[in-house]
């Protein structure tokens, strides 16, 4: 079936480019022309990516995604006429999934909306009904919050209790890219601070232990900004 996604740009042309674009890659495409609409369109009829423009009227582009949040982890991919990086970090930390900017080249959006939608298509691959109820799966990374057990490709990791809700916090959203201050206020108590080297240092003795069963990749850095949670496979 074809995917489906939903274009929110102010500019026609910009809409028209980016939709003649995905339709010639067999995607089935809404244009919407601001936020509110776009929010509107997405609650009436979901699709599977959301690419946004970020100076928008009526709500923008970041108002929007703060929205979808709330009820949806659609993937979404940001556009900008700016390079702004405070833009691009706060649109990814917000659970943005990539970040564009203009002048851009059709092929290469549609390039990666197809990475995004690849991703998003192993992480639902295995069916709900072989897995424990409540159990998080991302590629081989299986978690089952209420045994507090952490698995890769069966094997059974042990995780100190921090290291535990570190990586639950990144499998229960594996398209966000989170900063050391939302990891730390996410997995620590609130009344308890700790430093970026501490947080770093939790990444490492996780990435080891997954290392040591075999994975290689559990955790990516994404400079700049933080950490996500690797593909897994």
Same mark, same amino acid.
């Given at each position: 079936?074809?995917?489906?996604?939903? *274009?929110?740009?102010?500019?026609?042309?910009?809409?028209?480019?980016?939709?003649?674009?995905? %339709?010639?890659?067999?995607?089935?495409?809404?244009?919407?022309?601001?936020?509110?609409?776009?929010?509107?369109?997405?609650?009436?009829?979901? !699709?599977?990516?959301?690419?946004?423009?970020?100076?928008?009227?009526?709500?923008?582009?970041?108002? $929007? =995604?703060?929205?979808?949040?709330?009820? #949806?982890?659609?993937?979404?991919?940001?556009?900008?006429?700016?390079?702004?990086? *405070?833009?691009?970090?706060?649109?990814?930390?917000?659970?943005?999934?990539?970040? $564009? +900017?203009?002048?851009?080249?059709?092929?290469?959006? $549609?390039?990666?909306?197809?990475?995004?939608?690849?991703? +998003?298509?192993?992480?639902? #691959?295995?069916?709900?009904?072989?897995?424990?109820?409540?159990?998080? =799966?991302?590629?081989?990374?299986? *978690?089952?919050?209420?045994?507090? !057990?952490?698995?890769?490709?069966?094997?059974?990791?042990?995780? !100190?209790?921090? %290291?535990?809700?570190?990586?639950?916090?990144?499998?229960?959203?594996?398209?966000? $890219?989170? #900063?050391?201050?939302?990891?730390?206020?996410?997995?620590?108590?609130?009344?308890?601070? @700790?430093?970026?080297?501490?947080?770093?240092?939790? *990444?490492?003795?996780?990435?080891?232990?997954?290392?040591?069963?075999?994975?290689?990749? @559990?955790?990516?850095? @994404?400079?700049?900004?933080?950490?996500?949670?690797?593909? =897994?496979?």
């Amino acid at each position: 079936m074809n995917k489906h996604i939903l *274009i929110a740009d102010d500019d026609p042309h910009i809409r028209d480019v980016i939709g003649f674009a995905l %339709e010639k890659a067999g995607m089935q495409v809404t244009q919407t022309e601001d936020g509110r609409q776009a929010l509107d369109t997405f609650r009436q009829h979901p !699709t599977d990516l959301m690419v946004l423009d970020i100076n928008m009227p009526e709500l923008d582009g970041l108002e $929007v =995604c703060r929205e979808i949040r709330k009820f #949806s982890e659609v993937p979404i991919l940001f556009l900008s006429s700016r390079d702004d990086e *405070i833009d691009r970090i706060l649109g990814l930390e917000i659970g943005g999934d990539d970040y $564009v +900017t203009k002048p851009f080249s059709p092929r290469e959006l $549609v390039a990666r909306i197809n990475v995004i939608l690849k991703r +998003t298509q192993q992480q639902h #691959s295995k069916p709900a009904a072989e897995l424990p109820q409540g159990t998080l =799966c991302h590629g081989k990374l299986s *978690i089952q919050p209420e045994q507090h !057990t952490a698995c890769w490709d069966g094997i059974a990791l042990s995780l !100190t209790a921090t %290291e535990f809700a570190m990586l639950q916090l990144f499998a229960r959203q594996p398209t966000r $890219v989170f #900063s050391r201050d939302s990891i730390m206020g996410n997995a620590y108590d609130s009344n308890v601070y @700790v430093s970026d080297r501490t947080i770093d240092s939790h *990444i490492r003795h996780i990435r080891q232990k997954f290392a040591d069963a075999g994975c290689e990749n @559990v955790i990516e850095t @994404v400079h700049g900004v933080g950490y996500k949670l690797a593909a =897994c496979q």
